[in-house]
């Protein structure tokens, strides 16, 4: 959109100077527009935006092609490292977050959901909820119960002594060796075709060594510190909503549908989210909150605990990849293959964004790598986890497919006897932005350089989401198979840098976000419920795990890229290349595994 909005922005600056100077029957020319006023340069005169807009919007519409843009040696705040405005309200407790609404006559529900996924309740204790102090009203739903209460704590030792019993349908005895036999299976059998060049059956066959590889990644919570909640109060045929949400339309869609009204009267109050990453692209939260709220009366708060809020997640798919590449004489690349096998969000989210069976995010990193492969074909193969649910995460199809991409091309740089560095530069010869952020990665971590043993440099590049990373990351591997990250050296390429103190933020925060996932995420299925549920058993990073994180950016005048969900895809395969640079042992599976490094 960078484009676009620029030149929506010089066709508006264009109109509310044409209007300025008709009204001081002056020429545009003499006119200039900054901080929010038109000035008129030889009078001294000024209009502020406000007062010309009725004048510029009865004005012809300039061609937006032929409207000059501003010289990029003008801009003022463009490429500055301003701070955001909002910070200190955050820290100081003033920011309004969904689950701080208040609201008169407001009851607080908590919820228990189906543990297992399309369960529902079979039998309760209405009696013994009723009996704790402050419970109002116990609440069912085709998958759900809600306490209704006075306040939280009651609601939900209301929902303790309800005692609920559910029933888990088909698919209560569901674990991960049948989700993983699914895409093992799958796996196997050819998929939707994203990208098909170069004759790849002809190139392996006459190839040697070949090289084969199956990598595997786990689903993965959100587990925002923020848990789901939603505020509802249904009156008068009309519905109001205050939650923190990524999808306001949505929301309003969804709960008008549940009611049978019209979607004008639901009004979503959208508050600051407390962490999304793409959970709350989702309107699930809404929808079980308006079911609730439909058999209350007055306004009511839904609050999950943090157990549900986990257990009750859409997660990162589950992703089963099985690879293959041939290799010459010198260890080159003359064919590469990768077939992803998992969930598609798309489907889902935005089915005519599927063509030909293939999700674009589920290939995003793969189809489309930074390196020069004579041969390629990549295949996409769909495999809903029976009935996990599963959605969007922080980087969805580049946080699996850049681990895999790179893992497998230090692979191939271990069979050929070659530098990591050395052999990713070989291939990077038609992609200089590639190159470069390779080149000044690796200076700025002194790669090369002697480390003590046990230690290991890895490296990881990545195109996605629009922008070009290298990683390196610094990793220590302790003789029990601990591993401890000391440092991670980034250069991002991501075009014009238009906040350069956001950028650095967004790359240290989607670092550590990676490097959470990697180190310890994994959601895991047993009797066809989530075996996880708080903290203690999906484990966040502690502080004292961080490694020093370096940004470097990489001066550019092409357009913006994305940065939000960028270190987050290429923090893991850094890392897990580190490892095999100390270990000489190869990780083709997430979380990281500290048995599996353990010295003999």
């Not at 807009?53 to 490429?79: E, N, S, T, W, Y």
């Not at 004579?374 to 946080?399: D, K, L, M, N, Y």
Request: include cysteine; charged fraction near 20%.
């Amino acid at each position: 959109m960078w484009q676009p909005l620029r030149q929506a922005g010089a066709v508006a600056r264009t109109l509310l100077v044409q209007a300025a100077a008709a009204r001081w029957g002056v020429d545009a020319a003499g006119c200039t527009a900054r901080d929010g006023r038109v000035h008129d340069a030889a009078g001294g005169r000024s209009f502020g935006y406000g007062e010309l807009v009725d004048d510029a919007a009865r004005l012809p519409v300039p061609d937006a092609a032929a409207v000059a843009l501003k010289d990029p040696a003008d801009f003022r705040l463009i490429g500055q490292p301003l701070h955001r405005l909002d910070t200190p309200d955050k820290v100081n407790g003033r920011a309004v977050f969904g689950i701080d609404a208040r609201l008169p006559g407001m009851k607080i529900a908590a919820i228990a959901i189906a543990p297992v996924f399309g369960g529902r309740p079979a039998g309760l204790d209405e009696a013994a909820a009723k009996a704790v102090r402050g419970v109002h009203q116990v609440v069912t739903t085709d998958e759900a119960v809600a306490v209704i209460a006075e306040h939280w704590w009651a609601a939900h030792k209301g929902l303790e002594a309800a005692a609920i019993r559910w029933d888990g349908g088909e698919h209560g005895s569901v674990g991960m060796a049948d989700l993983r036999a699914d895409l093992d299976a799958a796996s196997r059998r050819p998929g939707a075709i994203a990208r098909d060049e170069g004759g790849v059956d002809a190139a392996l066959a006459g190839a040697a060594p070949r090289l084969e590889a199956v990598y595997e990644l786990p689903f993965l919570a959100h587990a925002a510190l923020e848990p789901m909640n939603c505020t509802v109060h249904i009156h008068d045929g009309a519905c109001d909503i205050w939650v923190g949400t990524q999808i306001p339309g949505i929301a309003q869609a969804v709960a008008a549908g549940i009611l049978g009204i019209p979607a004008e009267k639901v009004v979503i109050h959208n508050h600051l989210i407390g962490g999304g990453f793409g959970r709350r692209l989702e309107a699930d939260g809404i929808a079980h909150a308006v079911k609730i709220a439909r058999q209350v009366s007055g306004p009511v708060k839904v609050v999950w605990s943090r157990e549900e809020d986990i257990r009750h997640d859409m997660y990162r798919p589950y992703y089963y990849d099985r690879l293959q590449a041939g290799l010459d004489a010198e260890g080159r690349p003359v064919a590469w293959t990768h077939r992803v096998s998992g969930s598609s969000i798309m489907a889902r989210f935005a089915p005519a964004a599927v063509v030909n069976g293939v999700d674009p995010d589920g290939v995003e990193g793969a189809a489309e790598p930074p390196y020069a492969f004579p041969a390629i074909r990549v295949e996409f193969q769909r495999v809903e986890p029976r009935h996990v649910p599963t959605s969007w995460w922080r980087g969805v199809g580049p946080t699996h497919n850049i681990f895999v991409v790179e893992s497998f091309i230090d692979e191939l740089a271990a069979a050929a006897g070659a530098d990591p560095v050395a052999y990713r530069r070989s291939l990077l010869d038609a992609n200089p932005r590639a190159r470069a952020v390779v080149d000044h990665a690796a200076a700025a971590s002194g790669w090369g350089n002697a480390l003590p043993a046990g230690h290991g440099r890895g490296v990881a590049l990545q195109y996605a989401f629009g922008s070009y990373l290298a990683m390196v990351a610094e990793v220590e591997v302790a003789a029990d198979g601990g591993v401890r990250v000391h440092r991670l050296v980034a250069a991002v390429d991501c075009g014009r840098a238009v906040n350069p103190d956001q950028i650095r933020a967004q790359m240290e925060g989607g670092a550590i976000f990676g490097l959470t996932a990697a180190l310890h995420g994994e959601i895991t299925i047993t009797d066809g419920r989530v075996a996880q549920g708080n903290f203690d058993t999906y484990l966040p990073m502690r502080i004292d795990e961080v490694p020093v994180v370096e940004t470097h950016l990489i001066d550019s005048s092409e357009a913006p890229g994305g940065i939000g969900e960028t270190a987050t895809a290429a923090v893991s395969p850094a890392v897990t290349n580190a490892i095999f640079a100390a270990t000489g042992k190869r990780l083709r599976r997430l979380p990281i595994d500290p048995a599996a490094l353990k010295r003999a």
